[in-house]
């Protein structure tokens, strides 16, 4: 069965590599085929957003450099599109697999969809019910045209049969998988060491981890200009505030003067995005982690490190109800207040549910595929 899997930003390739990892582990236990060709679309290109994945966590090669960039919603995935129907009619792939709910998501799916190609998706199901997010436009049209939709939680599973998935007449199968990320987690964590808290001189427990990336936090600088003073608030307050700042943040930053100049008087610690490994070390050693990422959100709880989200909801919720994660919004007081309340908790009193599976959602995805090209004579 020949799978053509589209990857292109950041957390894909942590995804990706989970599956490919999986996918060859399957074939030489059970000599079943499968040729996995994976493209990138050039959605996310720097060294540390691309190519630093690729070599850590050994990610095959991709097939396609299809190097589209940046550019708006519209340009980006139309150029993607456009790139993306041209692999799929030279390759004439069995299955399109894609990851999440970025552009290279959605771009993916339209192409497959129609050359009436079956699509696979990990990470179906999630929703945070804000239409004004693109990742949300993103996943439930890529939810509505695949064909297997693979979950990482019950939660997700049930947004899926609220919206008429699976749908018998279509023929699509949901399936819950487990949580590709926390196979990452548990495999590559064994791999990352301390160095990364050697280099910036910090004390495991003694400093806070933040990222920040999300449009409706970056776009607007004077929201990001509330987000840049609350992190040195903290920083001043509590322990020392270490952001790996994501090139859309710091591009924003570096063409305002006044967050350029709030950036250089902060006491927070803004470094480059950092590799995987490093970001094992440094996430399983704050005090606490303050987010906005989808996927930051879930390594805290995997590493038992409670988490502030800077949003307005998650798709995460299992995570706040167990009481892990606290949402706080992007208003510097209720952030400064779920600080707080999350730097008082005493996490080894809180339980910790099995809320995305054991670490086989990897094999998990492989069987469903094998199975699936069974049942299609692939
Ligand atoms: C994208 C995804 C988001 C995901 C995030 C992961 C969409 C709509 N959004 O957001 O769901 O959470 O990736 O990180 O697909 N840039 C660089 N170098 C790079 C990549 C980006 O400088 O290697 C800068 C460019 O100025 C670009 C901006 O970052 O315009 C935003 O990049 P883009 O891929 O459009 O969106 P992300 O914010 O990364
Ligand atoms: N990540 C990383 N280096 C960084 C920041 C994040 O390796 O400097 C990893 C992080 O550990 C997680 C993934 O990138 O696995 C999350 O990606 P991101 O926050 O960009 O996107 P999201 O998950 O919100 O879509």
Request: aromatic share 6%; proline share 5%; net charge neutral.
């Amino acid at each position: 069965m020949k799978i053509l899997t589209i990857v292109g930003a950041r957390p894909q390739f942590i995804k990706a590599a989970v599956v490919s990892r999986a996918i060859k582990n399957c074939m030489q236990a059970t000599g079943s085929t499968i040729q996995e060709l994976i493209v990138h679309t050039g959605q996310h290109y720097d060294q540390n957003m691309s190519d630093i994945f690729f070599d850590e966590m050994q990610i095959p090669k991709p097939h396609f450099q299809l190097a589209v960039g940046s550019g708006s919603h519209a340009q980006q995935t139309g150029q993607m599109l456009i790139r993306l129907e041209e692999a799929m009619l030279n390759e004439k792939p069995d299955m399109v697999l894609i990851y999440g709910d970025t552009n290279s998501t959605l771009a993916g799916a339209m192409a497959a969809a129609k050359l009436h190609i079956p699509i696979a998706h990990v990470e179906a199901g999630l929703r945070s019910f804000n239409h004004k997010m693109p990742e949300e436009i993103n996943r439930i049209l890529a939810d509505r045209v695949s064909s297997l939709l693979l979950c990482p939680t019950d939660e997700a599973v049930k947004n899926l049969a609220t919206e008429g998935i699976p749908c018998p007449r279509l023929g699509t199968k949901v399936i819950k998988t487990g949580d590709v990320m926390n196979d990452a987690a548990l495999f590559y964590g064994k791999l990352a060491t301390n160095a990364w808290l050697k280099k910036h001189s910090l004390n495991p427990q003694k400093y806070i981890l933040a990222t920040i990336h999300r449009a409706e936090s970056t776009d607007a600088p004077e929201k990001l200009q509330k987000l840049l003073v609350t992190l040195d608030l903290i920083s001043r307050k509590h322990h020392p505030v270490v952001w790996p700042m994501h090139p859309r943040t710091s591009n924003m930053i570096r063409n305002n003067p006044e967050l350029n100049k709030t950036l250089e008087q902060a006491s927070f610690i803004a470094i480059d995005p950092i590799g995987y490994l490093d970001m094992v070390c440094a996430e399983k050693n704050a005090r606490l982690i303050v987010t906005d990422s989808g996927g930051v959100q879930k390594e805290a709880f995997f590493h038992k490190i409670p988490c502030v989200t800077m949003r307005t909801e998650t798709e995460w919720v299992e995570l706040v109800e167990a009481g892990w994660n606290k949402i706080a919004g992007l208003e510097p007081e209720n952030i400064i207040s779920a600080v707080e309340t999350m730097l008082a908790l005493d996490t080894k009193k809180l339980p910790y549910p099995d809320l995305y599976g054991s670490g086989k959602a990897g094999e998990n995805i492989v069987k469903e595929l094998i199975k699936w090209g069974k049942e299609n004579d692939k």
